[in-house]
Every structure is written in structure tokens, then in C-alpha cells.
């Protein structure tokens, strides 16, 4: 019995602890929204860029270490007089053809890029969470109406029983609807698959576990828009991150190109070095020393003949051709595709005002007509 107490006792607390932290809540789709800004697990990823393109920017402005040498000589293995040599300098590179300037440019081009990307990441994010959710919100919808034509086709039946009872009706009409009662709950059955297909997408996209629950809370608003002059192609121009980050794109290959001529002039280096020599000379009193000290400067200019970046040079440019091809082919994109959804809302928009003034009425009539016939039907059976 105090086994069996004690496994009770972990078990309660295991089902406790799992509905901690799988709550079952409710979500409208800005929530989703916010949720998913701020816990996508790709998003998290992408932002982490930010940084690094920063190290990149702080890397490019620092300038060039300088190098220190030394060398010793001595003729031990050769005269072995005693001779030696001893030097030491320090040598600086320094840019004097706007390298570092250059490199700083590019740098700042590529944070502004990371910066401009992650926007439209965040743009495409929220894009796919609305969508999926509305998708959500209409499975909702069909599944309600299909719980509503379980139930008209339910009482249908019924009614069919009983006029068959009293001649009024066949076994066809019977079939017929015991036909589109079964339809009607397979399409519930699907319905609800897709559903939670939807809520694993959109948990996803939260950057939450499959398992975790939530009821979508909504309810979709079926209205024409009738001011659309806020959609327009010259806004879009205006707030498309992703045809920003075109633009930038460009940036950088104009900063690559100016990289890449400032880089035909290596550094020159500019040096101190200090030196100690101990020679030894012959003569007929004897060998005779010589210590001398010696303090010099030098300077080393590189001789761009060869190599003076023409490949780099022709790349950038060629790059640089590339990317406004790219902003221009965006634009007409974006014109195409801002062109098209005004169109489609204008169409659609006279569509809903037809069905929602014509055909939807008409057809709420004649269910209600359909209800209050078999209601009638019912007492008159005295069912």
C-alpha cells in the first residue's frame, strides 16, 4: 500500500510538472507576432550577426603592428678572430594610401547590411506568422460551419425518417443525406489535421516546442478596403528593407572598389635600427679592435609595376555593375507585386460587397427557410 501511495505521489507531481510547462493559453495574432520577434530561434541567430559585423568594423580602423628585428653574427666556425656583429630595429608599416580608410568604409557598409537584412527577416517572419494564423483562424471558421452542417443534415435526417414513416419520402432522399452527413464529418476530420499542422507551423515560428498549446483567438473581419492610397508603389519604395538592403549592396560595392584601388599601394615601412660591430684587424704588433656603434634609419617604398590589383579592380567594378542590376530588377518586382495585390484587392473587394449584400443573404434565407420548415414538420409529427 506505500508503494503503491508513493508511485501515486510521483506520478501527481510528474502530471503536474508537465502541465507547468506545457500551459494550455490563448494567443490573437499580434501576440504571435511579438512572440515570435522576439523568440524565433533563426532570428535570435541572425541578430548575433550584428555583433560580429561590428568586431569586422573595429578590426578594419586599427592600425598595422610594427615589427622588431634583431640579428647576430660572429666568425667562431670561420677565422675565429673574435669578430661579431649585432643589430636592432623596429620597423612600422605605414598606409598612406587610404587603406585603412577604405577598409573602415566597407566595414560600416556591411553593419548597415546586416542591420537592413535582419529587418527583412523580421518583415518575412511576421508576414509568415500573420498568414498562417489567418489560415488558422479559417480553419476555425470551416470547422464551426461544418459542426453546423453536421447538425442541419442531422436534423435533416431525422425529418427524412420521419416522412418515410408516413410516405412522404424515399430511402434515396435518406441515402442522399446520410451521404453528405459522412462527407460533412471526414471534412471535419482533415480540418482538424490541418489545423494542427497550422499550430505546429506557427509554434515554430514562436520558437516554441511542437507541444506547446494555445487556442488562436480571432475572428476574421470580411471588409472591403476602400482608402488604398497608403498602398502604393512609392511606399513600398519607402519601407521594403529588403530593397534597402539592394541599395546598400551597392554601397558596399562602391567601398569594394575603392578598397581594392587603395590597395595597389602596399604600406611603406619606416624603420630604426641600431647596430654594434666588433672587427678585428692585423697587424705587426699585434691584432688590433674595433667597436663601432652605428644608429641609421631606413625606408622601404614598394614598386607597384606588376601587380597593381587589376583582377580585384575589374571584380569590384564588375560587382558593382551586378548589384545596381539587382536594385533595379527588385524595383520592377516590387512594383509588380504592389501592382498585383491592389489589383486583386480592388476585384475582390467588389466581389465581397456582391456576396455579402447578395448571395450570402440569399443563401441565410434559405437555411432559415430549410430550419423552419423541418421545425414545422417536427410538431406537426409531434416529435
Known amino acids: 500500500m506505500k508503494a503503491f501511495l508513493i508511485i501515486l505521489f510521483f ?29 524565433n530561434r533563426n532570428l535570435a541567430a541572425a541578430r548575433m550577426q550584428v555583433e560580429e559585423a561590428r568586431g569586422r568594423l573595429k578590426q578594419a580602423g586599427l592600425y598595422p603592428n610594427p615589427d622588431l628585428e634583431s640579428s647576430f653574427g660572429f666568425d667562431t666556425i670561420f677565422a675565429n678572430d673574435g669578430e661579431r656583429n649585432f643589430t636592432a630595429g623596429i620597423n612600422q608599416p605605414i598606409p598612406l594610401s587610404g587603406r585603412i580608410g577604405a577598409q573602415k568604409e566597407v566595414a560600416n557598409v556591411n553593419v ?177 679592435t674595433d667597436n663601432d656603434q652605428l644608429i641609421g634609419f631606413k625606408l622601404t617604398i614598394p614598386i607597384p609595376i606588376f601587380d597593381r590589383k587589376q583582377g580585384l579592380i575589374a571584380e569590384a567594378r564588375s560587382r558593382e555593375n551586378r548589384a545596381e542590376e539587382n536594385f533595379r530588377a527588385l524595383k520592377l518586382t516590387i512594383s509588380q507585386e504592389v501592382s498585383d495585390a491592389l489589383n486583386r484587392v480592388t476585384t475582390l473587394s467588389e466581389l465581397l460587397g456582391t456576396y455579402q449584400t447578395g448571395i450570402l443573404r440569399t443563401a441565410e434565407d434559405n437555411v432559415k427557410l430549410v430550419e423552419d420548415g423541418f421545425k414545422q414538420i417536427r410538431v406537426q409529427e409531434g416529435f
Open 112 to 288: 548597415n547590411l546586416t542591420l537592413s537584412d535582419i529587418a527583412n527577416s523580421e518583415r518575412l517572419l511576421v508576414q509568415n506568422v500573420r498568414r498562417t494564423f489567418i489560415e488558422l483562424l479559417a480553419i476555425e471558421e470551416q470547422l464551426n460551419l461544418q459542426e453546423t452542417l453536421t447538425n442541419l443534415n442531422s436534423e435533416l435526417r431525422k425529418g427524412i425518417e420521419a416522412g418515410i414513416k408516413e410516405g412522404l419520402a424515399s430511402q434515396q432522399d435518406l441515402n442522399a443525406v446520410a451521404i453528405a452527413l459522412q462527407q460533412t464529418r471526414q471534412e471535419k476530420v482533415v480540418l482538424t489535421a490541418l489545423g494542427k499542422s497550422k499550430i505546429y507551423q506557427i509554434n515554430n515560428l514562436m520558437g516554441k516546442p511542437p507541444g506547446f498549446k494555445f487556442t488562436p483567438l480571432g475572428k476574421l473581419d470580411y471588409e472591403s478596403l476602400k482608402d488604398l492610397n497608403d498602398y502604393s508603389v512609392g511606399t513600398a519604395f519607402s519601407q521594403r528593407p529588403d530593397l534597402r538592403f539592394a541599395g546598400l549592396d551597392i554601397e558596399r560595392a562602391k567601398a569594394d572598389l575603392k578598397l581594392a584601388k587603395a590597395l595597389r599601394y602596399d604600406d611603406i615601412t619606416a624603420g630604426v635600427f641600431y647596430e654594434n660591430d666588433r672587427l678585428v684587424f692585423d697587424s705587426s704588433g699585434g691584432q688590433i
Open 11 to 39: 506520478t501527481v507531481i510528474a502530471g503536474t510538472t508537465a502541465q507547468a510547462q506545457d500551459p494550455i493559453q490563448t494567443l490573437t495574432i499580434d501576440q504571435a507576432v511579438d512572440i515570435a520577434l522576439k523568440e
